[in-house]
T-cell receptor
Framework: DGGITQSPKYLFRKEGQNVTLSCEQN?????MYWYRQDPGQGLRLIYY???????QKGDIAEGYSVSREKKESFPLTVTSAQKNPTAFYLC?????????????FGSGTQLSVL | DQQVKQNSPSLSVQEGRISILNCDYT??????FLWYKKYPAEGPTFLIS?????DKNEDGRFTVFLNKSAKHLSLHIVPSQPGDSAVYFC???????????FGKGTRLHILP
């Protein structure tokens, strides 16, 4: 059963702590994306990766880091430098050469600060 | 500065009637427009798209209209059904595989 799996569904972070959100896909997609959604806001792009071992900053990359060591995995670390981390985080993927209609999203991770 | 604007945070429509969701954009370089539907605690799913060379695209109960001169697009759902209750995001990109810019979304409530 192919898809994008984000874990955990809910995550709590203490002040000054780094946390890592997991995103795994078994769709054999080349490109992967991380978005952030705040209440009443649209989705904003944090980081994206078009190919293994390469990634680019999106519109709001400050306070976040990513890695792309495997095609299937694109974890997002929310560092202590991110001053307002509480948000709903969405991971997405698509095959290179396909259009945005083929962008598939995971179910998201809700991150809250304690 | 918001490049894609959905000025109605919410909309309530009677079941069976037409739902019209509106979207405005400011960047004239946008060439491709998409609508996504999102249920709570789930990721968005693609609904319908339109290229700037067209002014209308229809898919079943869903039709998107594009007015390039006004930088305005709208999504029409006819007839509206209970399962249509969701948040709808308007989105735009400079071409079909470029970075997507999302609006803030409109929450649609279909009333029985």
């Amino acid at each position: 059963d192919g898809g994008i799996t984000q874990s955990p569904k809910y995550l709590f972070r203490k002040e000054g702590q780094n946390v890592t959100l997991s995103c795994e896909q078994n769709l054999n997609h080349d490109a992967m994306y991380w978005y952030r959604q705040d209440p009443g806001q649209g989705l904003r792009l944090i980081y994206y990766s078009q190919i293994v071992n390469d990634f680019q900053k999106g519109d709001i990359a400050e306070g976040y880091s990513v890695s792309r060591e495997k095609k299937e995995s694109f974890p997002l670390t929310v560092t202590s430098a991110q001053k307002n981390p509480t948000a709903f985080y969405l991971c997405a993927s698509r095959s290179s050469g396909t259009t945005n209609e083929k962008l598939f999203f995971g179910s998201g991770t809700q991150l809250s600060v304690l | 500065d918001q490049q894609v604007k959905q000025n109605s945070p919410s909309l309530s429509v009677q079941e069976g009637r037409i739902s019209i969701l509106n979207c405005d954009y400011t960047n004239s370089m946008f060439d491709y427009f998409l609508w996504y539907k999102k249920y709570p605690a789930e990721g968005p799913t693609f609904l319908i798209s339109i290229s700037s060379i067209k002014d209308k695209n229809e898919d079943g109960r869903f039709t998107v209209f594009l007015n390039k001169s006004a930088k305005h697009l709208s999504l029409h759902i006819v007839p509206s059904q209970p399962g249509d209750s969701a948040v709808y995001f308007c989105a735009a990109s400079m071409n079909r595989d470029d970075k997507i810019i999302f609006g803030k979304g409109t929450r649609l409530h279909i009333l029985p």
